[in-house]
Every structure is written in C-alpha cells, then in structure tokens.
C-alpha cells in the first residue's frame, strides 16, 4: 500500500477545519482541506490521501454522498474514511458505515483519540 | 233399476237437500247455535272430498297403489298450522269484510281492481273442468244405474242435452245455488242453509263410501286378509302397492304441497273455511277432524281397488267406476244406488259451493266495477241490491252452463284426477301472494300482480295446453320441439327440464317463478299509501283485532247524505237505516246534527260495502263521493305513532353516530397535528443540539491544544483563543435566539414603540453584515424610490428582524455568484421592502409553513438545516407586532423574494 501520509478534511465550519489542521499537522502528516462536498470529491481525487475526515451536514453533497462517490473512484480504493459528525444515532451510524465509511466518530471529539486512530491507520492500514 | 225409481229417489235426495237448508235458513235467526258448532264446520269444510274422492281416488288407486294419497296428506298435514294461519286469515277477513279468495288479494294489495280480475280470471280457468267433472260424474253413475251395463258409458256426450239428464241435474244444482246462495245481499255471505246442506251431504257421502267398502271387504271377501291374501297372488297388482307404486318421490312432494295450498285457497274451499265461519275457535276442532274424516274416507279406496282389479280388471271395466260396479257385478242394486247417490252428493255439494263462490267473485270483482260508475250516475234507476243479487244470480247460471258445456264438448277424455289436478295447481298460484300476505309486509301489488300473471301463464301453457294439443288443437309439433322450434318452450320441459312427471314439472315451474317475482319485484317497486296500509293490517291484524277505530292512512271526506244514498243504493233503504242507527248508539253519535261524515263512518260504510260488493268494488264507490286529502302532518303522526317512536330512535342514534364520527375526526385530526408539533419539536431539538455540538466542538478542541502545547507562538496563541471567544459568542447567541423566541412566545408584552428612521436602520444593518458580504463575494444593492422614511416601532425588535432576513439571504445565496437586493418603496403610506436574494430557492411545499415555528428548510442537496428554524418565525410575530407583515412573493429571476410591510408615518 502506497503511502503520501496526506489527510483530507472535509467539514464547513472553518474553525473545525483549523483545529484538526493544527492536530494532524502536529502530528507530521500533509492536511488537504475542503469546505464542502463537492469540493472535497475534487480534493481527494486531486491528492489521493490515505485518509479523508468528513463531516456530515455541509451545504451542497453531505458527507455520505461524498463518501460513496470516493468509493466508487477506482483511484481511491485505499483511502480510509472517518466521518466526524455531530448526528449521532445509530441510524446515522448505520447510514455511515452503508455508505463506505470505515470509522465514525462525534463531535465533539477527543484530541487525542482522533490522533490515535490515525496513528493506527497509517500503522496497520 | 228401473229409471222412474231412480229419478224419483235422486229427486227425493234432492228435496231432502233443500228441506234441510230451508229448515235451517229460517231457524237461523232464532237459534244459531246449532249451525255454530265446530263439527259442522268440519263438516262442511269436508266438501273438499268430491266425486274425485268419491270415484276418482279408487280408479286412480287401481292404477297407481297409493298415489291417492298426497292429495288428502296435504290438508292432513297442514291441519295443526290452520290454527295459526287460518284463524289470522278469518280474523283479517271478518275486519276487512272479504268474501272471496279473490277480494282477499285484492284486498291485501291496496284493494287492486285488477288483481281482483286477475284472481277471478284464474279461478274461473281453474274451476269451471273442475265443476264439469262433477257433473261429468254425476250423469256417468246415473247413466250406470239406468243402463245396468258397465261398458256403456259416455254414451251421454253424444245426447241431444234435453235428454241428457245431467242437464236436468245442473239446472237442479243453479237453482239450489241460487235459492241458498243467494236469498238475500248479506254483507258477510253467510249462508247457515247451504252450510247444513254441505254437512249432510258429507255425512252422506261417507257413510256411503264406508258402506261400499264394508260390503267389498266382507261381503265380496272374507274381510281384509283374505282381499290382500288374494291381492298378493296377482303379481300385477301386488307390484302396486309397493310404497313407490307408480310415483316417485318428487311427485309425491308436488302433489302434497299443492294439496296443502288448495284445501284452503280453492274458492269454495276458501269459502266454507273463512267466508261462512262465524267462530274462529271452530277451527281448532276442525283441526282434527278434518284429517280423521278424510282417513275415514279414504280407509276403503285401497281395498275397492284391488277387488276391482281382482274382479272387474278383465271385462275392461273402468276403475273411476269401481264403487258402483262392484255391487252391481254382486247383484246389489240397493248399495250400487246408495254409493251412487254418495257421489252425487259428494259431486252436488262442490257444485253448489264452488259455484256461488265463484259468482260472489265474479259479480264482486269483475261485473260490478264495470256497472258501478253507470249506476251512480243513474239517479231514476231503483235500489241496486236486487240487481246485485240479479247479477249474482246469472253470475251462478252462466257458471254452471258453462262448466255443462265444458263437460259436453272437451272434458269427455279426462279422468276424474287429471283435471281435478289442474284446478288445484292454479289456484295453489294464489299460495305465494297469500302467504307473503299474512307475513310479509313488503309484498306489494305489482309483485303479486306479476307472480300471478307468470305463475298462471306457466300453469297454462304446461298443462291445459297440452291437453288442447291431444285434441288436437294445436300441432302435436310443439309438444316434441317446443313453440316456434325453441327447445326451452316445450310445454313439458321447459327450459329442458325433463325428468319430472308432467305435474311436478308444472308445479315446479309455475310456483317458483310466481314466488320469485313476487319477491323480486316487491323489493324493487314502491308501494303506495293504500297498500301499506292493507300490508299492515293483514300481516299485523292482531294489533288492530281489538282496536275500535279504523286505522287509516288515506283521510276522506264525505257529506252525511251521500254516505245514506250509497248505502241505501246498495244495500236497500232499510238496511242502510237499520247499520246507521246501529253505528249511531255504537259510536254514541248523532248523524242527523252532523253534514260531513266522520272519518270513521266513511271506512264504516266502505266495509259494508265491502261486505256486499267487494274491496275493489267498494273503494270505487267511496271514491265518487269522498274527496280525498292529502294526509296532514298530525294525523300522519298519530297514525304512525310507534313507527315514530321507532323512527325517532333510530334517528337519534344516527345523529349520535354522526357526532361520534364527527368528534372522531376532530381527535383524529387534533391528534395529527398534535404529532407534527412533536415531530417538529423534535426536528428542533436536533437542530438546537446539532448547532450547540459545533461551537462546541472547536471550543473543546482548541481548549485541548491551548493546554497540551504551553509552548505556542503568540499568533497561534491569539488565534486560538480568539475562536474560543467567537464560538462561545456563537452558543451565546443561540440560546439567546431560543430565549427570544420564549419571549416572543410569552408575548403581549409591552414594547416601547419610538419614531425610527427606517432607511438610516437599513443602512446601518447592512453595515454589519459588510464584511460577509465581501467574504462571500456577494454582489450587494440596496435600491429606493424614497429619500425618507419614519415608521414608528421598536428598533431592538426591528433590528432583529432585519438581522434575520440578513443571515437567511446570506445562507441561501448563491455560494459562487451570491446576488442580495433591498428595494425600498411607498405604497398607500404602508412602506413596503423587497428583500432578494439568488441561489436556492425554497420549495414549494415549504413555502406556506416557512414562517411557522420551528420550520426549516432542511433538504439533501443542503446537507444540513440552516438555522435554528425560528428567524422567520420571529420576524413574522415582530412584524405583526407592528401592525406590519412578511409575505413571500414570486420573482423570475430572484430564488427568494420576501415583502415586509410596515405602516408608514408622514411627516
């Protein structure tokens, strides 16, 4: 597995956005953002990360449709998806895990857990 | 025997007939209570035993075992249920004054003159082979008597008829018919004289029977085992009275039920049982009676017949002849003369029954109406009863010539059974609409109507046609391939119905069809107020049995004097006076202070009219002299006072049906919006929670970072703690909002209203949201047709109006090309503000509830709800606050478009 340790991010609200750059940046991976679905779809095509963190609720593509789209790109077959999310049901839960997603996080989230299981993808994939 | 004794003792039998009804004719006034009793009624209802019984049931016997039987298990049968359907029948008639079967049914169906006809019609049809097989009987056993040779018969059909004394015999029977028949116009046809008559002669006739069969059985034989002893050696005979004999079950079936109907429907059965009744207990003793009489009767026909097949088969002797042939084989001139005069006057008796029966409905229902009108008219012309009883009286001649007629030219090559059969099934097509009658309220006069006629119809053509076709009438073609070739048309298996005997076949089809038309087209025709009230009397007479008032739906009116002429028309003056001063000290009334008749003197007069003249007949008249009124209301209620109650009840349990449906509905429909509330409730409380979790998010994400990494760059630093600020600014402002709209919603309170320069405020709202708007890119205008513009309002709120629309247009403004536009503009000193915006417009189905609380514009394609759900709502309320309004307006070019109205205030 080919790896660039290139993370995108995908969310709409900047300041989200700001914090995970400052944490995974911190931690020495390469940060691609997006502030919406669409966008990110172009992100990931263009830089073809390891890892895509995605928010749900974004204006324009929400996050499950960006995920599926990202698993149906032949190119983007390794990427792991994590959705951090403020919805948190298990409804929710279940339509991200449908839709490709690999892990499922909520906001807010712990600093250090989403840091660890980065780590954890990158170590064993 | 000589012919002279054998005129002299028929003629003597006669006297003794006429002697009997005289005695008691003129007794009848003192003393009734010998012609009361029930066992002449019985008696006299016995004059269903004719010379068919007589003779017939021994010659069919002979050939058929047992087949005599069903016509007297029938009556035997029914005789327990008499008491309840025959005694109702008495009842309704003795209410109602009916004295023929025929005024029954018209009578029952809303005093139909045509059904009256149609009944008379039949009946006539039925009975007259019937009356002429009497007297085809009566002349073949005088004829037997005087020729003393038991193979010439018929030879009287080929007589010049003043030489035929069967001739000399039905003038004989016309004028006893007319001199007991019709002495006098009685208005219950009650004639104790002929009644006596009847019951002597059924006394007669059996004891002549019963002295044949003793004189067979033990004179010709050494008692019954050694007749059936004998019997049983002759393998011919022996074969006939095996139980199946010569019918099957079905026949068995048919013939019973028909007799059922006929013991009580044939007319002059119809006649003795309800007409002449005058105590309708006698029917319970009748009850049994009648059946022991009719075993008594019928003990010998076996035992006659098979000594008539043993002795008389061979000289080809015809059975129907057996009673008399077996004496006169043995010499017995005496006894032979006894049972002939047995038949005769088992033969005499129906004659004399059914024929004044049938002439009280033939002057009833089928002259009368005709000559009533003209009647009425003619005031030179003297009192009708005398004419009635002229009517009646060649009513029983023309009768009685044409049953002579029938006798001499067509009714030669029948038995006795055979047209005794057809009579009884087409009078047994007047069971379905009596019966429906008594019991079913429905049944209406186009149902009987049409049963009768179909059921006659049937009845014609499956068995009297096909005898006119063996006479050769018509071509025998139509017996093998049906009218015009139709294969279903064949008189003896209609519609291919060919494995029932002739009889059955007909019965089959003619009973059926007439009840299912009957039921058919009552339930689909209307009834009118006359037949609903006839229905209601017949099928619940014991209601009325003790009621004194006659019920009536119809409300006529008619002047004293002519109600007196009509009766004094009809009845004669005397006794037209004789029922007035009877009504007057019954009702307690004085009819000479009175010029319109009381109602109930009307319904009086009709039924002794009824009495003397028929239903039909009598409505007629009542109908040229009373006007008749459109119910009112009030009598409509008194008259039908428990339907009402029952109406009323019903009603009001439909009317409690409506409100509980109604209510149903509204909870229903409460419940429905009760669950949107919830539903938007909870969309809210997701939104609330969803917007707290994001601020919330950065908060404790940066909060984190700031502490694990002490070593920071200042500009890092300030940076993060400045979204920490911002975002708790942001959860600040949310809470506010949901605490606004708290307020809003507690609402009424007072708002300080003060002189707002409204442009200036616009002015200074765009200011704050500038620098969004060059973040965004947003192409922004602002676009007036007034310099100024002074509204009075509270500017917090306004403001806070104005915040909203702001956010709304930036959130939904196109996100590459976003377009905003305030226009400002004066209408009717109301102020009106356009405010637009491009980008998403809101859908259709959003668009009547935008401005409800908690409703969002929350879509796929906009990934998550833009707001809290309450900035439109909050502008609304504020704006309405302000005696102002917010209204979505239709643009081509712009996505969304909101006018706010606000009054205006001129300088």
Known sequence: MKRNGTILLVDDEPNILLALEFLIQQKGFNVVKASDGSKGIQQARKHQPDIVILDVMMPGLDGFSVAKAIRNDENLTDTTIIFLTAKGTSQDRHQGYSSGGEIYLTKPFDNQELVDIISEVFEFG | ???????????????????VAYYVDRKGGKQKSWTNSPFIYALSLAVYCTAWTFFGSVGRSASSGAGFLPIYLGPTILAPVWIIVLRKIVLICKKQRITSIADFISSRYGKSAFLGILAVIISVFGIIPYISIQLKAISSSLDLLMNTDPLLLNVHAHLPFYEDSAFYVTILLALFAILFGTRHLDPNERHAGLIAAVAFESIFKLLAFLAVGLFVVYGLFDGF??????????????????????????????????????????????????????????????????????????LFVIPIAIAGNLLLQEQGIEPDTYVLTLPLLAGQEGLAFLAALGGFSAATSMVIVATVALSIMISNNLLLPLVINAELVDETKAELPGRLLGIRRVSIICVLLLSYSYFKFVGEGYSLVSIGLISFLAVAQFAPPVIAGLYWKKANRKGAIGGLIIGFLIWGFTLPFPTLIDAGLFSTDILEYGIGGIHGLKPQSLLGLDHLDQFSHAA?????????????????????????????????????????EDYSLIQRQASIDDIKMVLARFLGIKKAR???????????????????????????????????????????????????????????????????????????????????????????????????????????????????????????????????????????????????????????????????????????????????DFIQLLEHTATTFSQQVSEKGINYHFVSSIKEMTIMGNKDRLTQVLVNLWSNALKFADPQKGQIQLELQEVDETLELIFRNNGKAIPPEKQDTIFDKFTQVQDSNLGKPQGSGLGLYICRHILEQHHGSVNLTAHPEWATSFLIRLPAVKN
Do not use: C
């Open chain 2, 1 to 19: 025997m000589s012919k002279v004794l054998i005129i002299s003792i028929t003629l003597i039998y006669l006297a003794l007939l006429f002697g």
């Open chain 2, 225 to 298: 085992s050694d007749l059936f002893a004998q019997a049983i050696e002759r393998e011919d005979i022996a074969q006939l009275f095996t139980f199946e004999g010569g019918m099957d079950g079905t026949q068995w079936f048919w013939l019973t039920l028909v007799s059922m109907f006929a013991f009580l429907l044939l007319p002059r059965q119809f006649h003795v049982a309800v007409v002449e009744n005058d105590n309708p207990d006698n029917i319970q003793t009748a009850s049994w009676l009648v059946p022991l009489y009719l075993l008594l009767i019928n």
């Open chain 2, 508 to 548: 089959f089809w003619s009973l059926s069809l007439n009840t299912l038309a009957l039921i058919g087209i009552s339930l689909y025709t209307k009834t009118n107020a006359t037949e609903i009230q006839q229905a209601d009397l017949f099928v619940n007479i014991y209601k009325y049995q003790e009621q004194q």
């Open chain 2, 578 to 756: 004789i029922l007035l001063r009877k009504f007057e000290s019954y009702r307690n009334l004085d009819l000479s202070r009175l010029e319109t008749a009381p109602s109930e003197l009307i319904n009086f007069t009709e039924t002794q009219l009824t009495g003397a003249l028929g239903a039909a007949s009598s409505k007629l008249i009542l109908a040229s002299i009373a006007k008749t009124d459109a119910i009112s209301l009030e009598e409509m209620l008194t008259a039908l006072e428990q339907t009402q109650e029952i109406l009323q009840y019903s009603r009001a349990l439909e009317k409690k049906g409506q409100e509980l449906e109604k209510l149903t509905k509204e909870l229903r429909s409460a419940n429905q919006q009760l669950q949107e509330l919830d539903q938007m409730k909870a969309e809210f409380i997701s939104t609330v929670t969803h917007e707290l979790r994001t601020p919330i998010t950065s908060i404790k994400a940066f909060a984190k970072i700031l502490a694990e990494n002490p070593d920071l760059p200042n500009d890092r630093k300030n940076e993060f703690l400045n979204v920490l600020v911002s975002e708790s600014e942001r959860i600040a402002r949310l809470i506010n909002q949901v605490l606004d709209l708290e307020k809003i919603q507690a609402t009424d309170q007072e708002l300080s209203f003060e002189a707002i």
